[in-house]
């Protein structure tokens, strides 16, 4: 189930999409509103992940998930192509993938126990930037100065945040961070077996690596859930998979580029939700750092579009 902030690069990478000429304004206007709505429903997913940390065991909470995305993966899967979807033509590529991404949920609904959930969602909008960086030396993508500039204030954003040698750097912040990155690798993974699966069969794959091997973990420290906890343990799950459809429908209606921007409502929405819920709200050095993280993805985002436009690195 990955993580808001890069879902539409995901989906791009999986999917076939229109030409920007061919979109019409309408169809847009509408693929933009299911793909806030898909924002606003992750950092809902998360706000109860958050709370469920209180009482559960992070592996226990992303199993009932993750049981609930393999459920997803497996109807999607059937619906696009039937039984032949099940079959991989990179399996080790897709089970690397898998545990790129489950290493990703992990750390950041681990990183929610001690994190506000604005401090967490900051770090992963550096995914965009950091699947720029590996874009390069992973998929053999040529980046220009300007866009290596835009990773680096990206960068720069996260040590405002951080800031060390001030007194006041907790190691904790750094998991969401990782989880960043490991997102980030799950991103350009999830290109390059694109090259060889369909959508169904990556997102079969993903679901099934990530549920077995949280079957694996879960059971060693479970704790028998509360009626309430069930309760929001499948809130959660369907906030989730709400989530994914409102993505899915966003893109057969408009390009993945014209959505990305919006991808940073979550981090909007998870601030309001920390603070309505949890009575959090970030210092003025985190919001400095996030705007400029923020404001070098959008950057970075701009500068691809140009790319794209004139074929050429910008």
């Not at 693929?31 to 606003?40: L, Q, S």
Request: hydrophobic share 55%.
């Amino acid at each position: 189930m990955p993580h808001p902030i890069g879902v539409v690069q995901e989906e791009r990478f999986m999917t076939a999409n229109p030409a920007s000429a061919s979109v019409e304004p309408p169809k847009t206007t509408r693929g933009i509103a299911w793909h806030v709505t898909a924002m606003v429903l992750f950092g809902s997913m998360d706000a109860v992940s958050k709370h469920l940390t209180a009482s559960l065991p992070v592996a226990e909470i992303l199993w009932v998930r993750y049981a609930f995305f393999l459920v997803f993966g497996v109807v999607l899967a059937l619906r696009l192509e039937g039984f032949r979807t099940f079959r991989t033509k990179a399996p080790v590529l897709q089970v690397v993938r898998g545990l790129a991404l489950v290493a990703e949920i992990i750390l950041f609904t681990y990183a929610f126990q001690y994190l506000q959930l604005a401090e967490a969602h900051v770090m992963a909008a550096m995914g965009p930037l950091i699947v720029t960086a590996l874009a390069v030396p992973m998929l053999g993508e040529r980046v220009g100065a300007r866009r290596w500039g835009a990773v680096g204030a990206g960068f720069i954003g996260v040590l405002i945040i951080l800031r060390p040698g001030l007194g006041v750097f907790q190691p904790i912040q750094i998991v969401p961070l990782i989880g960043a990155a490991s997102f980030g690798l799950y991103l350009v993974l999830t290109r390059m077996a694109a090259r060889h699966d369909s959508m169904g069969t990556s997102t079969f794959y993903t679901a099934l690596v990530g549920f077995l091997i949280l079957s694996t973990i879960a059971p060693l420290n479970w704790h028998p859930p509360t009626p309430v906890d069930w309760f929001w343990l499948l809130i959660a799950s369907l906030l989730g998979l709400c989530a994914h459809v409102c993505v899915i429908r966003a893109l057969s209606l408009t390009e993945a580029s014209a959505l990305q921007p919006f991808n940073y409502v979550v981090l909007v929405w998870a601030t309001f939700l920390g603070f309505l819920v949890f009575d959090d709200l970030p210092d003025w050095v985190t919001v400095l750092g996030a705007s400029v993280i923020v404001f070098s993805g959008l950057y970075a985002w701009h500068r691809e579009r140009l790319r794209g436009r004139i074929g050429k690195t910008v």
